[in-house]
């Protein structure tokens, strides 16, 4: 069994998990990849961060194989790239090694630029801070704050930050901008802006993977990922309140 055929499916699978896609999405495309090139006793497990998988070649166990993947973005161009590759896969259009090579360019496919990032985080912080209640004014609030929090985010995974630290201190930063803003007289309601700010750090993507790996029968998987998502949660949580408190007692109550 060529090397380059055992390992296509494991290069797949682990980008899929790197990049935010759900449990059974990456087994079910790795053992599509496996039975379109005809590896034997093909068997794969696969968990939120890492991926167990053992093969055979004329009854004898080949490989069993174990990759750890540390940490997961959300990266949706990718997880659909390699998704038509493996129905291109699957139709026999490529060798293994032409596959390979695709999977090379599809990992180096590149976020959106960051002006793009900010754009998009600062129009979504507003529109999120108008949708629940906010005025006008809240909103204009809520932009400025998204375009303060995209740049952070840029910064603190630059310098590779841990996620909790990440949320813990952007959410502190997002309240104490908004107010900022609140306590120079623009923006009326004070929880329309933190509420539109934040919209950006929730965990919405690991909540539903988690909810739908519970469903495919993945439960420690649905587990961990909920476990995280609620840990992040508690993260802007504590960031928003503590900045919060601590600017009521400094103004007397001024932010209530």
Do not use: W
């Not at 949320?167 to 306590?183: D, E, I, M, Q, Y």
């Amino acid at each position: 069994m060529p090397l380059s055929t055992l390992e296509l499916p494991f290069r797949m699978g682990q980008i899929l998990l790197e990049n935010g896609a759900e449990i059974s999405r990456v087994q079910e495309t790795m053992e599509r990849v496996a039975r379109a090139y005809n590896i034997e006793g093909f068997d794969v497990y696969v968990l939120t961060n890492s991926i167990f998988a053992t093969a055979s070649e004329d009854g004898v166990s080949h490989s069993t194989t174990f990759r750890y993947v540390p940490g997961t973005t959300v990266h949706l161009g990718r997880i659909m790239a390699v998704n038509q590759l493996s129905r291109e896969i699957a139709e026999g259009l490529h060798t293994p090694e032409e596959a390979l090579m695709r999977l090379e360019g599809i990992k180096s496919i590149s976020y959106s630029p960051l002006p793009a990032r900010v754009l998009c985080c600062a129009a979504g912080s507003a529109a999120f801070s108008f949708l629940f209640g906010g005025g006008p004014l809240d909103s204009l609030v809520a932009f400025f704050c998204g375009v303060v929090l995209e740049l952070y985010l840029d910064f603190a995974d630059r310098k590779g930050m841990s996620k909790f630290l990440k949320n813990l201190s952007s959410s502190a930063l997002v309240t104490l901008c908004g107010a900022a803003f609140f306590l120079m007289g623009l923006g009326q309601n004070m929880d329309k802006i933190i509420i539109g700010s934040i919209i950006r750090l929730v965990p919405g993507v690991a909540l539903t993977n988690s909810i739908r790996d519970f469903f495919s029968g993945d439960y420690l998987s649905g587990a961990i990922r909920m476990l995280d998502a609620f840990l992040v949660g508690g993260c802007i949580a504590v960031g928003v309140g503590f900045v919060i408190k601590a600017l009521s007692v400094l103004t007397g109550g001024a932010l209530l």
